[in-house]
């Protein structure tokens, strides 16, 4: 969605400094699929998306800077683009560095569970506070299996789903938050906690 947004907002100025005919469409072309490529990878990579969204304005500015017609008289537009960049840039910096409020974590993140068990998402409700926000999935097992082997199977699974030490980092660097996965037993079933943790601020 971020590299959406700055990939309209960036346009107009691109239009206005671009040299006019083939190159204009070639580096709309290059602004375009670094916002395509950046969004599939932030989808398919979450623990940088934040960092691929930070990045998203700079890299644009960096592909402006390099393909724009520098005989062109107006580069006014360029340098006002370069200016809300500085600015934006500024403005983000204390909001990356103070603390970050937790988010419900999504169930998706210990699904789909192996095959034969079966999930129950949302059991129970969840609950979000200031430090800790929580989501809880409850696990059934195949017909026999045993309660112990169940909660030994579904530890396997979120320790391949990199929860083998309970907790990891949301992110790479600027999301310094935790989502914690831990697997007890409640009744016949087992009963996944997901937690998603506050990130403290430098």
Same mark, same amino acid.
């Given at each position: #969605?971020?590299q959406l947004?700055?990939?309209?907002?960036?346009l107009?100025?691109?239009?206005?400094?671009?040299?006019?005919?083939?190159?204009?469409?070639?580096?709309l072309?290059?602004?375009?699929g670094?916002?395509a490529?950046?969004?599939?990878?932030?989808?398919?990579?979450?623990?940088?998306s934040?960092?691929l969204a930070?990045a998203?304005l700079?890299?644009?500015?960096l592909?402006v800077?390099?393909?724009?017609?520098?005989?062109?008289?107006?580069s006014?537009?360029?340098?006002?683009?370069?200016?809300?960049?500085?600015v934006?840039?500024l403005?983000?910096?204390?909001?990356?560095?103070?603390e970050?409020?937790?988010?419900?974590?999504?169930?998706?993140?210990v699904?789909?569970?192996?095959?034969?068990l079966?999930?129950?998402?949302?059991?129970?409700?969840?609950?979000?506070?200031?430090?800790?926000?929580?989501?809880?999935?409850?696990?059934?097992?195949?017909?026999?299996?045993?309660?112990d082997?169940?909660?030994?199977?579904?530890?396997?699974?979120l320790s391949?789903?990199?929860?083998?030490e309970?907790?990891?980092r949301?992110?790479l660097?600027?999301?310094?938050?935790?989502?914690c996965?831990?697997?007890t #037993?409640?009744?016949?079933q087992?009963?996944i906690?997901?937690?998603?943790?506050?990130?403290?601020?430098?």
């Amino acid at each position: #969605m971020v590299q959406l947004i700055v990939f309209v907002g960036v346009l107009p100025f691109w239009w206005l400094v671009a040299r006019p005919g083939r190159d204009r469409w070639a580096g709309l072309g290059v602004l375009g699929g670094w916002a395509a490529g950046s969004a599939v990878l932030a989808a398919a990579y979450p623990r940088v998306s934040w960092e691929l969204a930070f990045a998203a304005l700079p890299v644009s500015v960096l592909i402006v800077a390099r393909l724009r017609d520098p005989e062109r008289p107006r580069s006014w537009p360029f340098r006002v683009l370069v200016v809300l960049t500085v600015v934006l840039g500024l403005v983000s910096v204390p909001l990356l560095l103070s603390e970050q409020n937790p988010a419900e974590p999504p169930a998706g993140v210990v699904l789909p569970l192996p095959e034969g068990l079966v999930a129950t998402e949302g059991y129970g409700g969840g609950d979000c506070g200031t430090d800790v926000c929580s989501t809880f999935v409850a696990v059934g097992g195949r017909p026999g299996q045993t309660p112990d082997d169940l909660l030994a199977e579904t530890r396997r699974h979120l320790s391949g789903r990199g929860f083998a030490e309970e907790c990891r980092r949301t992110g790479l660097l600027l999301d310094r938050r935790e989502l914690c996965a831990l697997a007890t #037993m409640h009744e016949d079933q087992v009963l996944i906690r997901l937690q998603s943790v506050r990130g403290e601020g430098f």
